[in-house]
């Protein structure tokens, strides 16, 4: 027995992963950021029954060995051997990377696998995009990151541009406000655990209620050049089903890409970003004053935190981002997002998450000498 | 140092000791983990004394019958083992003695290791090869069979979920490099 023990006890302590065994790093030749180097410090491996877990805690140190300012990278990582399809990204938006410059890219992922399955690295770390601060791109894009890039840092330059002007014209204590405003309302936002089930409903239904279609009703912005003319889903209790819009294209270029934000309202009156319809389809091409219809087939269930169900009683929609043919790409000013209900729901941009962590923890001279770099 | 989650669930039911509940209330005002924390506490009660009703669509005379017969059976139970025969001492080998609580020790010590606390699962998708994806607070895990491959977070870190298309986002800015970081877990 002592021996059976013993065994059971050896099997689950950790192991140090050999990384040359597990993981390897495919960096184009020419890449405009090199790896120096790659610390696997606390990664380890344990084996649990019949399964072998793998926790890979890295923290890899990457040069930006171009002549350009690096504003965001996206690394692809791969565990193709571990789940077939299955892929995974991390992006580092709001960076400020000069030449010879080095920055750090943490990686913290787990993998379980059957005991004695397969063989080789478990997971490939590839380059998919880096961004540069005249929103050219290097990668194979192979995740679209240079869209999300280009949103997240035309983000981060509208974002910038506000602050700098809420300093210009207030000083350091009004910007001290509008930054606690900031924080406020991150506070108070509210998350919901959403489920996602496609191609039909999902199978439990909280709230069980009568299907019925509920219509969609839109926020528009003038400056936008996509304009949401209907929207219907069909809504049971927490649940709604296959969202549909219809939009028009009223400006003067081809659009190839675009998302529409929805916002769930329920019977407490408490409303929340339920997430994003994007535009699937990778061959669209929506001509000036053309219309098109998106959907997605896909049943969403929403709870708040700690499973209590939520009645939706109605949806709101807003053009969260549009891409023309061109790659030129639109987002909402802050103007338009100062509309009440964007203000309670929405998240806020990257670069405004990292501008007021940073007053956060380094107080607000170490704000304004952030706002000054720029 | 943070409050333990009993003493903000008792906060926010208006439960604590009256310097107990200055302590806190000057904590949350710099704090807003535990300040959410409490908001969620006070969301789950409200929504449980919302549910004053009994649920629908159960027939509770079965029940009830069920229940009668558990007690009954108790009873019969307890009546069939009184009274209590006296007790021999067992006479335990010097060699059990030792062995069984080091054994004891060795396996509950293996099973507290192989037993992670459960996450609550933030968003979750699922598709027809049998690929389920879920974020939570710890980590983007997508699962097939006996695989699975997460994206996991900083234990510590605010994380902000979202879901778009075929993909669960997440976003939280890394306490030890100050950028935001932002991880994506793809079924397709």
């Known amino acids: 027995m002592l021996v059976l023990g013993g065994v059971l006890a050896a099997s689950a302590q950790p192991a140090p992963v050999q990384p040359a065994s597990s993981f390897k790093i495919n960096f184009p030749a020419d890449s405009p950021v090199a790896v120096v180097n790659a610390d696997w410090g606390e990664s380890r491996t344990t084996t649990l029954g019949g399964a072998l877990v793998l926790e890979l805690h890295s923290a890899l140190s990457l040069r930006n060995s171009s002549q350009a300012r690096i504003r965001g990278v996206t690394l692809l990582v791969l565990a193709q051997e571990v789940t077939p399809g299955g892929k995974a990204s991390v992006s580092v938006p709001s960076l400020d990377i000069r030449a010879g410059e080095t920055f750090p890219v943490r990686i913290d992922l787990r993998l379980l696998r059957p005991v004695g399955a397969g063989g080789g ?3 490939e770390i590839n380059l998919d995009g880096v961004l540069f601060d005249n929103l050219s791109f290097y990668g194979p894009n192979r995740l679209n990151s240079r869209r999300s890039m280009t949103v997240w840092e035309l983000e981060a330059r509208r974002d910038r541009r506000h602050f700098k002007s809420v300093l210009e014209a207030q000083g350091p204590e009004g910007l001290r ?3 606690l405003a900031s924080l406020a309302r991150q506070a108070d936002r509210t998350s919901l655990d959403v489920q996602v089930t496609r191609r039909g409903r999902a199978t439990a239904v909280a709230v069980a209620e009568r299907e019925h279609p509920v219509q969609f009703a839109f926020l528009r912005f003038p400056e936008a050049p996509l304009e949401p003319l209907s929207g219907l889903a069909q809504v049971s209790g927490n649940e709604a089903r296959t969202p549909r ?5 009223r400006s003067d270029r081809p659009i190839r890409y675009f998302e529409i934000g929805w916002i769930i309202k329920d019977r407490q009156g408490g409303q929340f970003l339920a997430g994003s319809v994007p535009a699937s389809d990778p061959a669209l091409k929506l001509g000036p004053g053309q219309k098109s219809q998106i959907s997605e087939d896909a049943s ?13 009683e109605g949806l709101s929609g807003f053009v969260s981002q549009v891409e023309f043919a061109d790659g030129d790409i639109w987002i909402p000013s802050r103007a338009a997002l100062a509309d009440p209900l964007l203000e309670q729901v929405l998240a806020p941009s990257p670069e405004e998450q990292r501008l007021t ?12 000498n952030e706002l000054k770099k720029f | 140092m943070h409050p333990s989650q009993s003493n903000l669930a008792l906060y926010a039911g208006g439960e604590l000791g009256l310097w107990a509940r200055m302590r806190m209330a000057r904590h949350l005002r710099r704090c807003q983990g535990c300040s959410r924390q409490v908001e969620e506490f006070r969301g789950l009660r409200e929504w449980m004394q919302s549910q004053d009703g009994m649920p629908a669509g159960i027939d509770w005379g079965p029940l009830a019958a069920e229940l009668k017969a558990n007690i009954r059976l108790g009873l019969a139970a307890g009546q069939c083992v009184a009274p209590a025969p006296q007790v021999l001492r067992p006479v335990i080998p010097w060699r059990a003695a030792v062995v069984l609580p080091v054994l004891l020790v060795v396996v509950l010590g293996w099973w507290l290791q192989s037993w992670p606390p459960p996450s609550v699962p933030a968003v979750k998708s699922a598709d027809p090869r049998g690929l389920v994806l879920t974020a939570s607070p710890r980590a983007i895990e997508l699962q097939q069979g006996d695989w699975a491959f997460a ?6 870190a605010e994380v902000t979920f979202s879901v778009s298309g075929q993909e669960a986002r997440s976003r939280y800015v890394d306490s030890e490099t100050g950028y935001v970081t932002i991880s994506h877990v793809y079924t397709q």
């Open chain 1, 121 to 123: 690295p478990l997971v």
């Open chain 1, 177 to 179: 406000k509008e930054i």
């Open chain 1, 245 to 249: 819009i219809e939009v028009l294209n």
């Open chain 1, 300 to 312: 969403v269930k929403f709870s708040r935190r700690l499973g209590q169900p939520l009645a939706i």
């Open chain 1, 357 to 368: 962590d940073l007053y956060r923890r380094r107080g607000l001279v170490a704000l304004v």
């Open chain 2, 151 to 156: 994206l996991l977070h900083p234990p510590s």
